[in-house]
């Protein structure tokens, strides 16, 4: 079985920077893709960033320039540096990934969440 664990949520103050952290663990044979997604109250999931596991990366607008995607495919592991953080960043954040795992295939899973705060 396969699980993604985020760290690295908490609250900031507008300007300043936060880290999150996804882990995959479990019966994992390749990485195709690992996503964040965030979720604010009252809109509807959206893609923040992506890495592919030839670590190509595509970014939301409102994120470019601000934040980066990055993994260490040694611990299975992505990242989200977020600097200059604003209010309207405020969310829910989810690790996603696109895993093939030994035992039941090829299927994308997420992360519980973890809430990111931007606030003065």
């Known amino acids: 079985q396969v699980q993604l664990v985020e760290s690295g949520g908490g609250l900031v103050q507008p300007g300043g920077s936060l880290r999150l952290s996804c882990a995959a663990s479990g019966s994992i044979f390749s990485i195709n893709v690992m996503a964040w997604y965030r979720q604010a109250p009252g809109k509807q999931r959206e893609l923040v960033a992506a890495?592919?596991?030839?670590?190509?990366?595509n970014y939301a607008n409102s994120v470019k320039g601000r934040f980066t995607i990055s993994k260490d495919n040694a611990k299975n592991t992505v990242y989200l540096q977020m600097n200059s953080l604003e209010p309207e960043d405020t969310a829910v954040y989810y690790c996603?990934?696109?895993?093939?795992?030994?035992?039941?295939?090829?299927?994308?899973?997420w992360g519980q969440g973890t809430q990111v705060n931007v606030s003065s």
């Open positions: 890495i592919t596991s030839g670590t190509n990366t």
């Open positions: 996603n990934a696109d895993i093939s795992s030994y035992s039941s295939g090829s299927y994308t899973y």
